[in-house]
């Protein structure tokens, strides 16, 4: 994975999961409309995390991403939509430093 949190990992390999529908089914949260803008746009949650966090502006969705292992340094990416008020600080604060929300979650 990139060591630079804020440049996504080349290329986009995305793999949709079946469990998430278009809308929400109880805990499970829906599938991304359009991953690929999310992902162009999204930060690591952390330094040592696998996963990432971003926006679809287009869609207004807030979109967390969990990278599956593929080989060598390939990963595919996973995704779900979530709330703001779902987020954990840690996932709120990435993506407030980058811009992405204003402090309500409302998306830039």
């Known amino acids: ?26 805990r499970v949260s829906p599938e991304p409309r359009n991953p690929k803008a999310a992902y162009e746009v999204s930060r690591r ?16 969705e807030i ?12 990963f595919e990416w996973h995704g779900f939509v979530v709330e703001w008020e779902d987020l954990k600080q840690a ?8 811009n992405l929300v204003n402090r309500r979650g409302e998306i830039l």
Do not use: C
Not at 1 to 17: C, T
Not at 49 to 59: K, Y
């Open 1 to 26: 994975m990139s060591s630079d949190p804020e440049e996504p990992p080349k290329p986009f390999a995305y793999q949709s999961n079946r469990k998430h529908g278009r809308g929400r089914r109880g």
């Open 45 to 60: 949650i952390s330094p040592n995390s696998n996963r990432r966090i971003g926006v679809d502006r287009e869609n207004l």
């Open 63 to 74: 979109v967390i991403f969990h990278a599956h292992f593929v080989r060598d340094d390939e």
């Open 91 to 98: 996932q709120r604060n990435a993506l407030l430093r980058a």
